[in-house]
């Protein structure tokens, strides 16, 4: 995560890219852009304000030599030489044009921006931003014609979100210069993340705590909803959630003793672990600290809802492990041929 409140953008320049294989060109620029004071206010905002509330960060990545990685150099010498802005600016544009490698990668405009005074673990630094805007919104403008106003639809850049964007902040650890990145228009995860930035995730709690999220999310999904049923996926998300929340480290071997009644869900869950690591191309801890910001963000995000094909939804609280095994009941009547649920309580509450 990112402070922005004491934030400046001393350099922010524009180029155009294009995609060989659209017979599209690079158009750069010269010069940085001279702002008023509208469009800095709102410009400021606008390219840091999608970084906020990262929690996972990323260290550069390179087969051979972390130095042979392109982004990494041109941020590092631009760290320490300013006057490399225009130069590494355009660098930076040619090698993301090398990435098209296909028709499908966007042609649009590439913003880079040199920030000072971003707060990253309670430390003043500054930043290279790199943003990707592939989509333009139509807006309508009005304008005088003779003695009555008309209006014409002229397309622009949303202030809502930017599409791709990274932001290198001028801060090291043990594994390198901390990176972070969004992607809103992810129709290739290749490219922006593994062939532009060469990027990888950083071996900290708050990406495991991600990675083990989302294995546990996925194996609900997929294997415990369709073989077993909706409460059971409900019921081992919020036993998830609950055990995440009650240890500040993981053990896997506890997790499956704490959270699985029976040997066929670890067994199950063993093997799903095993075919996600692959799939996903991550390494699964067996053992990690837990990021409370992580959990806090991705508990929101874990549905436990029951849909019913009568249009109707029983939606399970992911903070009450037990509820939906002491408190629901499923069941199937003769009569009627059709599965049922029965749902004890005291009393409605609002």
């Keep these: 995560m990112i402070k922005r409140t004491k934030a400046s953008i001393p350099k922010l320049i524009i180029h155009k890219i294009g995609n060989k294989f659209n017979d599209t060109r690079n158009v750069f620029s010269e010069a940085p852009v001279v702002f008023d004071e509208d469009s800095y206010n709102l410009m400021l905002p606008y390219l840091l304000k999608p970084f906020g509330n990262l929690t996972e960060s990323f260290r550069f990545n390179h087969h051979a030599d972390i130095n042979l990685n392109e982004i990494n150099s041109y941020s590092q010498r631009l760290f320490k030489e300013e006057d490399f802005f225009l130069e590494a600016s355009k660098n930076i544009v040619l090698h993301l044009f090398e990435q098209s490698n296909s028709a499908q990668i966007k042609t649009g405009d590439v913003i880079i921006a040199l920030f000072d005074d971003i707060e990253f673990n309670e430390v003043q630094t500054n930043a290279l931003g790199i943003f990707k805007i592939e989509s333009k919104t139509n807006f309508f403008q009005t304008y005088m014609e003779g003695n009555s106003l008309d209006v014409v ?87 998830t959630v609950d055990y995440l929340k009650e240890n500040d480290t993981v053990n896997i071997h506890d997790f499956k003793e704490e959270v699985f009644e029976d040997e066929e869900q670890k067994n199950l869950f063993d093997a799903y672990k095993k075919l996600f690591e692959s799939d996903k191309d991550v390494l699964i801890r067996n053992q990690f600290h837990v990021s409370e910001a992580v959990l806090k963000k991705q508990k929101q995000k874990l549905k436990t809802e029951i849909k019913l094909d009568t249009h109707i939804q029983i939606k399970l609280d992911v903070e009450a492990p037990d509820a939906s095994s002491e408190y629901l009941e499923l069941g199937y009547d003769e009569e009627k041929k059709m599965k049922f649920y029965k749902v004890y309580f005291n009393e409605e509450t609002s």
């Design 153 to 239: 639809v002229q397309k622009g850049i949303s202030t809502k979100k930017i599409d791709k964007g990274c932001l290198i902040v001028n801060y090291q650890d043990d594994e390198g210069m901390v990176v972070l990145s969004v992607d809103n228009n992810n129709y290739d995860a290749q490219y922006w993340i593994k062939n532009f930035l060469n990027i990888k995730f950083a071996d900290d709690k708050n990406n495991h705590t991600q990675s083990y999220i989302e294995l546990c999310k996925d194996f609900s999904n997929e294997v415990l909803k369709p073989d077993y049923s909706t409460q059971e996926q409900s019921h081992f998300l919020a036993k």
